[in-house]
C-alpha cells in the first residue's frame, strides 16, 4: 500500500525570510515553504472531514436544501433509488434504496434495530465516523438476515452492551453516519423495500431502557460549509476543519500530526483566519492546497490504470494505515463507498488503448462465457457524466445495468454478454444490452456487493471497454 511522501518545494519560497503566522491561539513562526508543506499535509487530511460536512450539512441542518433529510438521530428512508435529480453526493449508488441516520452520539449511544428479512435480500448498514472511515457494518454478510438490535455510542461512553443488543459499535467521533443499503430486485418490488425499511428503527439508549433521558447535549451553532468549488481554492476551509474536528477527539496516533498542522492554525478549537494572513504566507496556504490536488491526480491516474483499486482507498482507520492521500482520493472519486469486503468498484476512466471516455464515441464490454462478476450478492454497471460524477439523464431512465436484470439481457452465441455503452440508441433490436452515455465525456463504476475471493483477492479482473467501430 502507498504512503504519501513529502515533496520538497525548490524556487524562491525557500528563501523568504521567516514570517509571523497569527492564529487566536498561538504565534509560531514558519516559512512560507513550511507552510505550504504543512497546508497541503493538512489539506489531503481534511478533505473528507470538510466535504463530508458539506453533505451532512446539507441532510440534517439546512433546511432550505433539497436534499435536506429530517432531523438529527431519526432515520431517513428513500422510497426510491438515486436519479440524476440527486446532485449532493458524487457517484451515486442507484441500486439499492438508501436510508440515512444523522447520528448525534454526544448525549447517549444510539440502538440500531434491523427486521428480520428474506434470506435472498442484501442489505447493509454501513457505520461511516466523521473521518469517513468505514468502522464497521451490521447486515447480510455481517450479522445475517434474522434481524436484531445494536448499540451505536461515541467516544465518551464507555458501558458494555445492555440486555438485548446483540453487540456494541464504538464510533471515534461524536457524529456519524449510518448508510443503509437495502437491494432492490425490480422496479415492482420496491413496496417490499419499503416493508423492510419500515421495520429499521433508531432510538436512544434510554429510550430502548424505558430510562430517563440523560441532559442533552449543547446545540451547535453549525457553520456554513463551503460549495465543491470553494473548497478546491479557498482558505476558508481550514475554518470548516476546524469546526469539524471539535467532534473528533484526537486519536493517539495522531497527536503528532496536529501539533504539526497547529503549526499554520489548524486543529480543533483553533481559530483560521486567512484575512489576517501576509500575501506571502496567503499565496503559501493556497500553493498547498493546489499541490494536494497535484497528489490527488496522480493517485487517480493510478487508478485509472488498476495500479490502485477501490478496495485499497476504502476501509477502517487500521486497514489504511495512515495513508491519507487514500482517504482523500476516495472522498473525491466516490465519498462513502463501501470497505472491500462489502463492495467492490471496478472503475472505468479510459478505454482499452487508455484514452479516455467521451459519448461522442461508441463502446462495448464483453463478458466472456461464465465470467461475469463474482459476488455472493448483486453486481451492476453505472454510468456517469465527468466531471461531475452525477447520473446521466436519459430516454430510458436506464442509469445502470445490473444482475436482476440479466434475464432481459440477449446474450452472445457462445453464451456470453456483450453491453453496448453509447449516447444514441444502437437501435430497439439492441436496446436491451444499452446503457446510455452522455455526449460528453463520462465514466463508468461498477458494484460488486459482497464480492467473492476471487474479486477480493484479484484473481477476477474487469473486463476492458473496447472503442466500437
Same mark, same amino acid.
Given at each position: 500500500m502507498k504512503t504519501i511522501t513529502r515533496r520538497g518545494f525548490v524556487g524562491g519560497l525557500a528563501m523568504l525570510p521567516v514570517l509571523r503566522f497569527t492564529a487566536a491561539d498561538a504565534q509560531i513562526s514558519v516559512t512560507?515553504? !513550511? =507552510?505550504?508543506?504543512?497546508?497541503? !499535509? =493538512?489539506?489531503v487530511y481534511g478533505f473528507p472531514i470538510v466535504d463530508n460536512y458539506r453533505i451532512q450539512h446539507a441532510y440534517w441542518v439546512d433546511k432550505a436544501t433539497p436534499e435536506y433529510k429530517g432531523p438529527w438521530n431519526q432515520i431517513w428512508n428513500s422510497a426510491r433509488v438515486f436519479t440524476p435529480a440527486d446532485t449532493a453526493i458524487q457517484t451515486p449508488n442507484s441500486d439499492t434504496p438508501y436510508s440515512f441516520v444523522g447520528a448525534d452520539l454526544r448525549a447517549e449511544p444510539l440502538v440500531i434495530t434491523v427486521p428480520a428479512m428474506e434470506k435472498e435480500r442484501y442489505f447493509s448498514v454501513q457505520l461511516i465516523d466523521y473521518y469517513t472511515f468505514n468502522f464497521d457494518y451490521i447486515g447480510t454478510r455481517t450479522s445475517g438476515n434474522g434481524g436484531g438490535s445494536f448499540l451505536l455510542a461515541g467516544p465518551g461512553w464507555k458501558g458494555d452492551a445492555p440486555k438485548g443488543v446483540k453487540k456494541v459499535f464504538r464510533c471515534e467521533t461524536e457524529l456519524a453516519f449510518p448508510t443503509y443499503r437495502t437491494q432492490l430486485f425490480d422496479p415492482a418490488d420496491i413496496e417490499n423495500v419499503k416493508k423492510v425499511q419500515s421495520g429499521y428503527k433508531v432510538q436512544p439508549l434510554s429510550a430502548f431502557l424505558g430510562?430517563?433521558?440523560?441532559?442533552?447535549?449543547?446545540?451547535?451553532?453549525?457553520?456554513?460549509?463551503?460549495?465543491p468549488a470553494e473548497e478546491k481554492t479557498s482558505p476558508e476551509f481550514f475554518s470548516i476543519l476546524n469546526f469539524v474536528l471539535q467532534f473528533c477527539p484526537t486519536v493517539p496516533s495522531e497527536k503528532a500530526l496536529m501539533a504539526r498542522f497547529a503549526k499554520i492554525g489548524v486543529g480543533a478549537g483553533k481559530t483560521f483566519d486567512d484575512g489576517k494572513l501576509s500575501s506571502e504566507m496567503k499565496t503559501a496556504i493556497e500553493q498547498g492546497m493546489a499541490d494536494a490536488w497535484v497528489a490527488l491526480a496522480g493517485l487517480k491516474k493510478d487508478v485509472e490504470e488498476g495500479k490502485v483499486n477501490s478496495g485499497d482507498v476504502f476501509g477502517t482507520r487500521q486497514y489504511l494505515k495512515g495513508n491519507y492521500l487514500y482517504r482523500m482520493g476516495a472522498a473525491a472519486l466516490g465519498i462513502y463507498g463501501n470497505s472491500k469486503q462489502e463492495a467492490m468498484y471496478p472503475t472505468y476512466y479510459v478505454d482499452a488503448s487508455k484514452q479516455k471516455l467521451n459519448g461522442a464515441n461508441r463502446y462495448t464490454l464483453r463478458f466472456a462465457p461464465g465470467q461475469l462478476p463474482p459476488v455472493n450478492a448483486f453486481w451492476s454497471l453505472t454510468m456517469y457524466d465527468e466531471p461531475q460524477s452525477l447520473l446521466v439523464a436519459n430516454p430510458l431512465n436506464r442509469y445502470l445495468i445490473n444482475s436482476p436484470m440479466l434475464p432481459q439481457l440477449k446474450r452472445d452465441a457462445d453464451g456470453g454478454l456483450t453491453l453496448i455503452v453509447q449516447n444514441e440508441s444502437p437501435g430497439k433490436d439492441k436496446e436491451a444490452n444499452w446503457l446510455p452515455a452522455p455526449k460528453g465525456p463520462f465514466s463508468m463504476i461498477m458494484r460488486l456487493y459482497w464480492p467473492k475471493e476471487a474479486a477480493t483477492e484479484g484473481k477476477w479482473k474487469q473486463p476492458p471497454l473496447q472503442r466500437a467501430g
Open positions: 512560507p515553504a !513550511e =507552510a505550504r508543506t504543512i497546508a497541503k !499535509e =493538512a489539506y430510562q430517563p433521558a440523560p441532559k442533552a447535549a449543547p446545540a451547535i451553532d453549525f457553520i456554513k460549509p463551503l460549495t
